[in-house]
């Protein structure tokens, strides 16, 4: 797909991988939607910064884990540009933040709720105006987590290797005209790791071969890629210095 004027939306762009993702994709010629659930001013900067480029971009907010917000979301999306072509499922809460054991039943509901049926959600209402346009590309951020062994957040590796699961099977129902994949990417130090020591960060380090972390805009690029490549469907991509390697 040429991405030159395509509108992309990326939940969860007030930030890290997906804050980059917007930037990024505005650079390819992109008109973006950036969406935010509580971090208006980290939304305003990715405005900002994509207007810096010349490129149309609307701010939305709505929570994913919220199915009306959701519906409000792709409202205003078609409200300001009638369509939509790929959709960049990013938003997330990175982790579990109650270990299970302890956890409430809120607490998992809450992280099932925005990791794996927020995209789930959100790629309903995409899909009704890809269909209707007759392709489109839906493009979620799984993890390292969701694969075979997932650390210690039980429910957000499940979450994960839940998307992973809808990512795949998802690309078999909207074929052969809309494109479903996965990014999974390995350790990228965003916000989520600023309270860590330094040597629970040189521990995450030394479990890749590669022995460094990921960059944002390494994750980027592989959203980037999926994004033009129409032969793919239905693949999880690790971007994860060879973390997952056996
Ligand atoms: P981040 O916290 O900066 O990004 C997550 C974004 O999602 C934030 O902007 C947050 O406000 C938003 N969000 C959370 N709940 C939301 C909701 N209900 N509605 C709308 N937005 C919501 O962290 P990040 O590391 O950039 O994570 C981005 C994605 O990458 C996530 O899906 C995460 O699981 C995945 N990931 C990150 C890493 C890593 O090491 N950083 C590794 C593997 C996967």
Redesign the pocket.
């Known amino acids: 797909m040429n991405l030159k004027g395509k509108v992309v939306v990326i939940?969860?762009?007030?930030?890290?991988?997906?804050?980059t993702t917007a930037i990024r994709f505005a650079k390819e010629g992109c008109k973006i939607v950036v969406?935010?659930?509580?971090?208006i001013l980290?939304g305003e900067e990715t405005v900002k910064e994509i207007n810096k480029l010349g490129r149309e971009v609307l701010l939305v907010q709505?929570?994913?884990?919220?199915p009306a917000?959701v519906i409000k979301l792709f409202k205003k999306v078609e409200k300001k540009f009638g369509t939509l072509h790929i959709l960049i499922?990013?938003?997330?809460?990175?982790n579990d933040k109650v270990p299970y054991l302890e956890a409430s039943y809120e607490d998992i509901i809450d992280l099932v709720?925005?990791?794996l049926i927020?995209p789930m959600m959100c790629s309903k209402e995409a899909i009704k105006f890809m269909q209707k346009q007759g392709f489109g590309k839906i493009i979620n951020?799984?993890?390292?987590?969701g694969a075979e062994h997932g650390g210690r957040s039980v429910v957000?590796a499940a979450s994960?290797a839940g998307v992973n699961s809808f990512s795949k099977t998802l690309a078999k129902m909207v074929s052969p005209n809309i494109q479903v994949n996965a990014v999974?990417?390995?350790?990228?130090?965003?916000?989520?790791?600023d309270k860590l020591t330094k040597e629970q960060l040189d521990s995450f380090i030394e479990q890749t071969y590669l022995k460094r972390w990921?960059t944002?805009d390494e994750?980027a690029d592989a959203f980037i890629f999926l994004a033009k490549n129409d032969a793919m469907t239905g693949q999880v991509i690790y971007v994860d210095a060879g973390f997952t390697l056996k």
């Open positions: 939940t969860g762009s007030s930030s890290g991988i997906g804050k969406n935010y659930k509580n971090n980290g709505a929570d994913v884990s919220k917000e499922n990013n938003a997330a809460i990175p709720n925005t990791d927020g951020t799984s993890s390292i987590r957000y994960k999974a990417p390995g350790f990228v130090k965003t916000r989520n790791y990921v944002e994750v």
